[in-house]
């Protein structure tokens, strides 16, 4: 240690209380701790030192800091965090927020304050402003709105369907869907859908039934780590969905077909189907001819046999078989369904007779000198003529014109009273002859209300009756013979026609319509004019007695 000099004179001085100070030396090269007297001012030379004050503590301010985390999350709220800038007051810092440690956790704005503690040059201060802590609310994924809900439904079987749903946020968030199938009209469980995921879903159609499906839509935001919930679902109402079966084409109904009969040759005779269907379908008709009684196979008809009735040809005796396939057709909806469906008829057997004729008798004499013949007919009806035997030639004469030379001859005139004469030749040249005065009657007309009784000598005759008719009045036709107990012998069948047509009203065979006591042929005039009716013996088989009556009241007379 350097020695104390003072005014050159070294001396010892005896120190009533010194300290050792922080002291430079005159030339400022070095600092030492030297015992020193007290002094008011450090400034004051009493050696070669200048003395040194002590360093004094300072305050610390606001500014001395850095604050952070001033703004925070509802439910997530974590501490303030507040530090000293460099080189300022180290000593511990508390923040307050209302006299308390604990900070507020609610949305809304605090004012914070801290305070810092003593620490080496620096002393402690309370209630230093730390800043506006704000809360904010957490931030959670919006429920998605649905503006478009997926709709209930009736199916086609097989048809292709959409369900959709149309929904929405505001919040920014991705939108995605997952649809699901249930077995109850419930959304709160279900089935995954696999791969349903979009807004849209085709479910299947291919099995009836009835389904049941809902969609949920989950909407999810960006996490921002507040603790908010980030993901938020809604599900679709149920949707119902009915699938109906495949609609196939309906077999048709055959309610009523003509029945199997024998006819007059060359007569007319239609055959008749009546079907329907309750599918509101298209019903079409083939008639076919067949080989046999099946109706199975069998052969087109042509010439437009397309319709509920079919007129045969009868200009060959012979047996015949016929059917009818009926033909439904539906409109293609597109489900697979069955859109045709066939039934065929029974196979009906059409019998066509030999024509019955009256036979021309003829003797060995000159052309002209006849024998002596009569028969009657009607009018628009024909009766067959023919000769026994065979011969090279034939001509057939009506008053005097030459009008045939086949074997046989048809005679249909209008009323009246004609001659005919028929003239063969053998091989040999030789000429037989012979001739029929044919009287031609209108249909004798019957009273309204009045039985009209007739009788039949032979098998083959027949009678024709007429009667008025007003188009739009309904009419009923009765007739007793051998088969109602009224002491009639011929059992007979009954046909009736517009006079002039070559329709029948009802009837028209050998064998159809051959009961009309008990319940009447009944008819709608759809003209005004005269209807014939025709009485054969039944098949044309039987002679006898019989009776025929005709009314506009539902009450037989």
């Not at 609610?106 to 802590?133: H, I, R």
């Not at 809900?149 to 939108?175: C, I, K």
């Not at 009309?516 to 025709?534: C, D, H, K, L, P």
Request: with cysteine; aromatic share 10%; charged share 10%.
């Amino acid at each position: 240690m350097k020695s104390l000099k003072l005014l050159g004179i070294i001396a010892f001085v005896v120190v009533i209380g010194f300290s050792l100070l922080s002291c430079r030396d005159t030339t400022g090269s070095d600092s030492v701790n030297v015992p020193t007297i007290f002094c008011s001012d450090c400034s004051e030379v009493i050696h070669e030192c200048i003395c040194i004050p002590p360093v004094q503590n300072q305050n610390p301010v606001a500014s001395d800091f850095i604050v952070s985390n001033l703004m925070q999350t509802a439910g997530n709220v974590t501490a303030v965090t507040i530090i000293p800038q460099t080189g300022k007051s180290t000593g511990v810092i508390t923040v307050f927020y209302d006299g308390s440690t604990t900070l507020p956790t609610t949305v809304g704005t605090y004012q914070v304050t801290f305070n810092v503690a003593a620490s080496t040059g620096w002393n402690a201060v309370n209630g230093l402003a730390g800043g506006t802590l704000t809360v904010n609310a957490q931030i959670h994924a919006q429920t998605p709105t649905i503006t478009s809900q997926p709709a209930s439904a009736t199916l086609t079987f097989n048809t292709s369907h959409d369900l959709s749903v149309t929904a929405s946020v505001n919040d920014g968030g991705e939108l995605t869907y997952q649809w699901y199938s249930n077995n109850s009209v419930l959304n709160n469980s279900g089935t995954i859908i696999n791969n349903a995921t979009s807004d849209s879903y085709s479910p299947p159609t291919g099995i009836e039934g009835t389904y049941y499906y809902f969609v949920e839509i989950t909407n999810t935001i960006t996490d921002n780590g507040d603790g908010g919930n980030k993901i938020a679902t809604r599900r679709s109402n149920i949707v119902t969905l009915i699938v109906n079966s495949q609609i196939h084409a309906q077999t048709p109904n055959i309610t009523n077909q003509s029945t199997s009969a024998t006819i007059i040759f060359n007569a007319m005779h239609n055959l008749t189907v009546v079907a329907n269907v309750n599918d509101d379908g298209e019903l079409t008709y083939q008639w076919y001819k067949s080989n046999s009684v099946s109706n199975s196979g069998g052969t087109p008809i042509d010439n437009n046999a397309t319709s509920v009735f079919y007129y045969p040809p009868t200009g060959t005796a012979g047996t015949y078989y016929y059917f009818v396939e009926v033909t439904n057709t539906i409109t293609d909806n597109g489900d697979g369904g069955n859109k045709i469906a066939t039934i065929r008829s029974n196979v009906i057997t059409l019998t066509i007779a030999t024509p019955s004729t009256f036979d021309i008798k003829l003797i060995d004499m000159n052309e002209w000198d006849l024998t002596q013949q009569t028969t009657t007919a009607f009018t628009n009806v024909d009766k067959a003529f023919s000769v026994t035997g065979s011969y090279s030639t034939y001509r057939w004469y009506i008053d005097g014109t030459l009008t045939g030379s086949s074997s046989s001859f048809t005679f249909n005139k209008p009323s009246g009273v004609y001659e005919l004469v028929l003239v063969v030749t053998n091989s040999s040249g030789e000429s037989r002859s012979g001739r029929c005065w044919v009287t031609v009657n209108e249909p004798s007309l019957i009273a309204i209300n009045i039985w009209k009784d007739g009788n039949f000598d032979t098998r083959d005759q027949e009678e024709w009756f007429a009667f008025p008719v007003i188009s739009g009045t309904t009419y009923r036709v009765w007739w007793n013979d051998s088969g109602n107990g009224s002491g009639k012998t011929c059992n007979v069948a009954v046909s009736a026609r517009y006079k002039g047509s070559s329709s029948w009203i009802f009837g028209g065979t050998n064998t159809s319509v051959d009961s009309g006591y008990s319940t009447a042929q009944s008819f709608t005039a759809n003209q005004t004019g005269m209807v014939e009716i025709r009485v054969i013996p039944y098949n044309r088989n039987s002679t006898g007695t019989y009776g025929i009556v005709y009314s506009n009241s539902a009450t037989r007379p």
